[in-house]
């Protein structure tokens, strides 16, 4: 950085004022999301509910055989003594003997064949005297075949910057599973630790993504100003529409079993940490192509590069858009298809809480992602400086 403006690597430049009023601004908010997380961090979950009660024993085991030639119901197979599964227990204390147990049956049940491997609950006393039952498969390696496909994909296209991009991961996943989810169970605000949660990932990963640098920083600032459209959005429209929160069985299940928690609250941190997802994306693209612009067109005004950018943005935000409304409604599709097959009228459909919810929840998304471009464009087209055509113009008039 030179003594009266500084360069991005790719050759644009910035004004000084605007590297350290940016500067000032992300100083400021990393330092108050950090007291924030520091106040907010959870402590011991709260009493009562699963967490106070005894989790089953689980254990693992591989399938001998399934005999199902003695069953006389399909629905009903601990009616006859030779039907069942024969399994070999890999785990727990009787780890190596072989037990058999009934065919899983009902809704959702796991098929399983010879060669399998399978979960089983055991119980101390159970009612039909055969302690161990099949819960579900084993996939544990097949699932960390998927992961290792993944990251492979992930640095064979993006080499450093890829590697970088899983770290971010990391630290989401980290930042979500250890303050957000814990902090919402102790019985905080569900938006306020949403709110800072989300600060949290997007200060830390976006720089760790994208590096430290004036366009990463405009990116931060036009996601922070979306998002708390967003959440202000969000609060206004849940509250107009009544929404409680309390739309699926998931919901009721929490609302019961920890009466702490605020699931109108929490509805709204969905929305703020589903909606930080897109954000992100969209003020990255938008603060990189005002730059690219900056630097391909030296003699571009502010304004020539904001209606540029706003241009290319205009085009993204119309695929992001149709991404968002689909990836809600294939979240929805079992819902959407009981309420279809039950031929409810189309505006009872649309109101309809859990409908209702879906839309609130797109329709905020959408406009805070909309609102997104058009904030960080312009803040990346004040930043940029269109003085690097000045060379050329003072070299004309000496030629002359």
Not at 176 to 198: D, H, K, R, T, Y
Not at 250 to 258: F, N
Request: with cysteine; proline share 6%; net charge neutral.
């Amino acid at each position: 950085m030179g003594s009266n403006h500084g360069h991005h690597p790719g050759g644009a430049a910035t004004t000084p004022r605007a590297v350290r009023s940016a500067s000032i601004v992300l100083a400021v908010a990393g330092l108050l999301t950090l007291l924030a997380v520091i106040w907010l961090w959870p402590g011991a979950p709260p009493a009562g509910g699963p967490a106070a009660a005894v989790p089953p024993t689980l254990v693992t085991g591989d399938v001998l055989s399934v005999d199902r030639s003695s069953c006389p119901d399909a629905t009903a197979p601990e009616l006859a003594p030779g039907c069942g599964v024969t399994v070999r227990l890999t785990e727990g204390p009787d780890a190596g003997k072989r037990i058999t147990t009934d065919i899983p049956s009902g809704p959702g049940a796991p098929t399983v064949t010879a060669g399998d491997g399978v979960t089983l609950a055991y119980q101390a006393d159970p009612v039909n005297g055969k302690p161990y039952q099949i819960t579900d498969h084993q996939r544990g390696s097949q699932l960390w075949i998927l992961v290792a496909a993944f990251v492979l994909a992930v640095l064979a296209f993006g080499r450093w910057r890829g590697l970088r991009a899983l770290l971010g991961l990391a630290v989401s996943f980290t930042i979500l599973l250890m303050f957000i989810v814990p902090g919402i169970l102790a019985g905080e605000s569900p938006l306020l630790v949403a709110i800072v949660g989300a600060a949290a990932i997007m200060l830390t990963v976006l720089f760790l993504t994208n590096g430290v640098n004036v366009e990463t920083s405009i990116a931060v600032l036009g996601t922070l100003a979306a998002l708390a459209l967003t959440g202000l959005l969000a609060a206004v429209f849940t509250g107009i529409t009544h929404l409680t929160g309390i739309a699926s069985d998931d919901a009721s299940y929490i609302s019961v079993t920890y009466p702490s928690v605020d699931m109108r609250g929490l509805l709204l941190a969905g929305i703020l940490i589903g909606a930080l997802g897109v954000l992100d994306d969209v003020t990255v693209t938008q603060a990189a192509t005002v730059t690219e612009l900056a630097t391909a067109n030296p003699s571009y005004t502010p304004g020539q590069l904001y209606r540029a950018a706003t241009r290319i943005g205009r085009a993204h935000i119309g695929s992001v858009i149709n991404t968002i409304i689909l990836a809600y409604a294939g979240a929805s599709l079992p819902v959407l298809l009981l309420l279809v097959a039950g031929r409810t009228p189309t505006g009872q459909l649309l109101t309809e809480q859990l409908m209702a919810q879906e839309l609130v929840r797109s329709g905020v998304g959408t406009i805070g992602l909309i609102t997104a471009v058009p904030i960080t464009t312009a803040l990346a087209a004040l930043t940029a400086r269109h003085s690097l055509g000045r060379p050329a113009a003072r070299q004309g008039r000496h030629a002359g």
